[in-house]
């Protein structure tokens, strides 16, 4: 039976970003189709919730404070799966912080600071699976990457965007290298999926939840909960022929010319002009 394919007893899962958002979603979705997971964040509190969902389900969840920019918080980590679970089959790269800044006005502080939480954290959390993976003949490491992987964002995105183009190119290197053990290698591209930073932004500029939307033709935002599905194919067997693709999680917003109109703009113009 194909949906045989999707899932996921008795194999081990290990997400960071696990307190909130996709990496929280992620988690839990992939406990729903019977994993057990090992969670990483420095959100102790919001990772222990996202535990306590996990445990709900009945299934296992080991929070363990990281910091993906600390090499010994990564090492620490690992150390602790070894001792819980002895195996990992999937890993989901989530955590880790941007900068807003205009590209005359970054520092190499900052930029070497997003470099270190978005590429050089993901590289060795992805190092620490691959590891153990080839040792144990395959399984799947999924990243968030962004639009900004393959394509320009302005408004401040210049360290971010940069960041994001080497998980890109990151996530290529490691399924051509990893391919002949088994292991798939895959990075999401989300648009904007609503978060607390993201509202936070669109409240002090009102314009930005309508520059937002008119560039998805969908028209709205993600939510964190869509990326259950996608989590969860990506990590299965359903997606076995399935490695160094970057998949957008975004709308149609790829899909559309920069100068196109999302088809619920135009069906709202022509609603607005039969008055």
Same mark, same amino acid.
């Given at each position: 039976m194909i949906l045989d394919e999707f899932k996921l007893d008795g194999r081990v899962a290990v997400v960071s970003g696990a307190a909130s958002g996709m990496g929280k979603n992620m988690a839990i979705g992939l406990a729903e189709a019977g994993a057990n997971l090992l969670l990483a964040d420095i959100n102790d509190e919001g990772m222990q919730a996202t535990a306590d969902e996990i445990t709900a389900l009945g299934r296992r969840a080991v929070p363990v404070h990281c910091d993906v920019s600390c090499f010994d918080d990564i090492e620490a980590l690992w150390d602790v799966l070894d001792s819980e679970y002895g195996k990992v089959d999937f890993l989901g790269n989530v955590a880790g912080e941007g900068v807003l800044s205009r590209p005359e006005e970054l520092t190499d502080e900052q930029l070497t600071q997003v470099l270190q939480n978005l590429v050089i954290g993901r590289y060795a959390m992805s190092r620490n699976a691959g590891q153990r993976m080839i040792r144990d003949d395959g399984g %799947?490491?999924? @990243? &968030?990457? @962004?639009?900004? %992987? &393959?394509?320009?964002?302005g408004r401040g995105h210049v360290a971010y965007s940069m960041a994001m183009g080497a998980v890109a190119q990151m996530t290529r290197e490691l399924s051509t290298e990893w391919a002949t053990y088994g292991i798939r290698v895959n990075a999401i591209l989300p648009a904007q999926v609503t978060n607390p930073g993201l509202i936070k932004r669109m409240d002090e500029d009102p314009n930005l939840h309508h520059q937002f939307i008119s560039g998805i033709p969908i028209g709205r935002m993600g939510s964190p909960e869509e990326i259950k599905g996608i989590a969860v194919w990506l990590a299965s067997g359903a997606s076995s022929f399935t490695t160094g693709a970057l998949i957008p999680f975004d709308g149609g917003n790829l899909a559309m010319n920069g100068g196109g109109t999302p088809g619920w703009v135009t069906r709202q113009r022509l609603e607005e002009s039969a008055e």
């Amino acid at each position: 039976m194909i949906l045989d394919e999707f899932k996921l007893d008795g194999r081990v899962a290990v997400v960071s970003g696990a307190a909130s958002g996709m990496g929280k979603n992620m988690a839990i979705g992939l406990a729903e189709a019977g994993a057990n997971l090992l969670l990483a964040d420095i959100n102790d509190e919001g990772m222990q919730a996202t535990a306590d969902e996990i445990t709900a389900l009945g299934r296992r969840a080991v929070p363990v404070h990281c910091d993906v920019s600390c090499f010994d918080d990564i090492e620490a980590l690992w150390d602790v799966l070894d001792s819980e679970y002895g195996k990992v089959d999937f890993l989901g790269n989530v955590a880790g912080e941007g900068v807003l800044s205009r590209p005359e006005e970054l520092t190499d502080e900052q930029l070497t600071q997003v470099l270190q939480n978005l590429v050089i954290g993901r590289y060795a959390m992805s190092r620490n699976a691959g590891q153990r993976m080839i040792r144990d003949d395959g399984g %799947s490491i999924v @990243s &968030i990457g @962004s639009l900004a %992987s &393959i394509s320009a964002m302005g408004r401040g995105h210049v360290a971010y965007s940069m960041a994001m183009g080497a998980v890109a190119q990151m996530t290529r290197e490691l399924s051509t290298e990893w391919a002949t053990y088994g292991i798939r290698v895959n990075a999401i591209l989300p648009a904007q999926v609503t978060n607390p930073g993201l509202i936070k932004r669109m409240d002090e500029d009102p314009n930005l939840h309508h520059q937002f939307i008119s560039g998805i033709p969908i028209g709205r935002m993600g939510s964190p909960e869509e990326i259950k599905g996608i989590a969860v194919w990506l990590a299965s067997g359903a997606s076995s022929f399935t490695t160094g693709a970057l998949i957008p999680f975004d709308g149609g917003n790829l899909a559309m010319n920069g100068g196109g109109t999302p088809g619920w703009v135009t069906r709202q113009r022509l609603e607005e002009s039969a008055e």
